[in-house]
Structure formats: structure tokens, C-alpha cells
């Protein structure tokens, strides 16, 4: 199964960016879709960006023109570059997978966006 590794999360300052990164094992990264979501506290979980194996990519109107998803297949890893955060950007911040019909989510990285 699936393997999904976050990192790059931390405090910010608002107006700052922060890159975050997912590293993928145990599939055929080149092959899945890569999603990113976030949970900001007593908030459900909310779709952030998607990028297709081909690379196109898409993204929640909230983060539109400051984030910028990526992905390097030679590492496995699919990366969230986030610009001019804000505090509403506070989150944990979850890469996700399907396998075989079935979501696959790391453990999430903590994001704070604070003065």
C-alpha cells in the first residue's frame, strides 16, 4: 500500500510562503493524481489543489493565484507552494491518494500563519 510522507509546514508570518512537500512510496507515483487538503480547527477537511499525471492542475477558489502545486516524478513527491498566506491559510495540510478505489492520506503537516 501507498505511503504518503508530509513536510515542510511551520509558522508564518502573514503575507509570508511556505513550501510544503509530500513524498510518495509503495505505488506508481507517475500514474496517481495528487490531491492536497487542509483541516483548519472545528472545520471539515477541504479540498486545496489537484494535479493530474499529465500535470494539469486545479485548485480551491480560496487559494487561486497564491498556491501553486507541482509534482517531480523522479523523487515521487508533489509540493504546495504557498504564497501571501493569510491567517485563514491555518490549517493542517494533507496530501492525498486512491489506490484501488481507496483514499490514502498522509499524517498531515501543521501550518500557522501568525504575527
Known amino acids: 500500500q501507498a505511503q504518503l510522507v508530509e513536510s515542510g509546514g511551520g509558522l508564518v508570518q502573514p503575507g509570508g510562503s511556505l513550501r510544503l512537500s509530500c513524498t510518495v512510496s509503495g505505488t506508481d507515483f507517475a500514474a496517481r493524481r495528487m490531491d492536497w487538503y487542509r483541516q483548519a480547527p472545528g472545520k471539515a477537511r477541504a479540498f486545496v489543489a489537484r494535479?493530474?499525471?499529465?500535470?494539469?492542475?486545479g485548485y480551491a477558489d480560496s487559494v487561486q493565484g497564491r498556491f501553486i502545486i507541482s509534482r517531480d516524478n523522479a523523487k515521487n513527491t508533489v509540493y504546495l507552494q504557498m504564497n501571501n498566506l493569510n491567517s485563514e491559510d491555518t490549517a493542517v495540510y494533507y496530501c492525498?491518494?486512491?489506490?484501488?478505489?481507496?483514499?490514502?492520506w498522509g499524517q498531515g503537516t501543521q501550518v500557522t500563519v501568525s504575527s
Open positions: 494535479i493530474t499525471t499529465s500535470g494539469s492542475t
Open positions: 492525498r491518494l486512491i489506490q484501488n478505489g481507496v483514499e490514502i
